[in-house]
């Protein structure tokens, strides 16, 4: 069984920073595409940025220059640090990994549970 746990959410001011993790663990062999999405009250959940097993990245527009998101393979973890918060980044935010869990598995997607981030004053 894998599960992917987050944390470091919680409340902040705008324009101040947090940086969520999020760990896998269970039966790992490898790890592909990590990342993190979002869900904000009435609208759909999308992409925030992800990172290849290569380090390759990608970005929202919204959080180009703000966001940044990294990864540790001997950990299993991807981070993302948010910088510069706006309230519109008020969110439940959710890591996925697609990953094998051994040499024989083919990929499959899983998704944390969520935590979320308030940006408020």
């Known amino acids: 069984q894998v599960q992917l746990v987050e944390s470091g959410g919680g409340l902040v001011q705008p324009g101040g920073s947090l940086r969520l993790s999020c760990a896998a663990s269970?039966?790992?062999?490898?790890?592909?595409?990590m990342g993190w999405y979002r869900q904000a009250p009435g609208k759909e959940r999308e992409l925030v940025a992800r990172?290849?097993?290569?380090?390759?990245?990608n970005y929202a527009d919204s959080v180009k220059g703000r966001f940044t998101i990294s990864r540790d393979n001997a950990k299993n973890t991807v981070y993302l640090q948010m910088n510069s918060l706006k309230p519109e980044d008020t969110a439940v935010y959710y890591c996925?990994?697609?990953?094998?869990?051994?040499?024989?598995?083919?990929?499959?997607?899983?998704w944390g549970q969520g935590i979320q981030v308030t940006v408020s004053s």
């Open positions: 996925d990994a697609t990953l094998a869990s051994s040499y024989y598995s083919s990929y499959v997607h899983y």
């Open positions: 269970g039966s790992i062999f490898s790890i592909n595409v």
């Open positions: 990172i290849s097993s290569g380090g390759s990245t």
